[in-house]
């Protein structure tokens, strides 16, 4: 059973940032994909930011300029460095991956941006 276990949100004023962390169990190495996902209240589990194989990146639009999705092979961890936050990101974050079929998902840390 492969763990993620997220850490680094906060309560930020707008125009601040923060980092991110996803660290996995398991090597990240041969993961299909890695995710950052986001969720607010009352609303749907969106993707953020996501690794598709090693190397090929995608983002949000909303997120696009703002967002940098990274990793660290060697410390099997995953990061999302997040610039100029506005109030709409906040929200629970997610770090998710995937080997081929199977995924698993990280408990979520909470960003919370204040106007």
């Known amino acids: 059973q492969v763990q993620l276990v997220e850490s680094g949100g906060g309560l930020v004023q707008a125009g601040g940032s923060l980092r991110l962390s996803c660290a996995v169990s398991?090597?990240?190495?041969?993961?299909?994909?890695m995710y950052w996902h986001r969720q607010a209240p009352g609303k749907e589990r969106d993707m953020v930011a996501a690794f598709i194989g090693c190397c090929s990146t995608t983002y949000a639009d909303s997120v696009k300029g703002r967002f940098t999705i990274s990793r660290d092979n060697a410390k099997n961890t995953v990061y999302l460095q997040m610039n100029s936050l506005k109030p709409e990101d906040t929200a629970v974050y997610y770090c998710?991956?995937?080997?081929?079929?199977?995924?698993?998902w990280g408990q979520g840390t909470q960003v919370t941006v204040s106007s």
């Open positions: 398991g090597s990240i190495f041969g993961a299909s994909a």
């Open positions: 998710n991956i995937r080997y081929g079929s199977r995924s698993y």
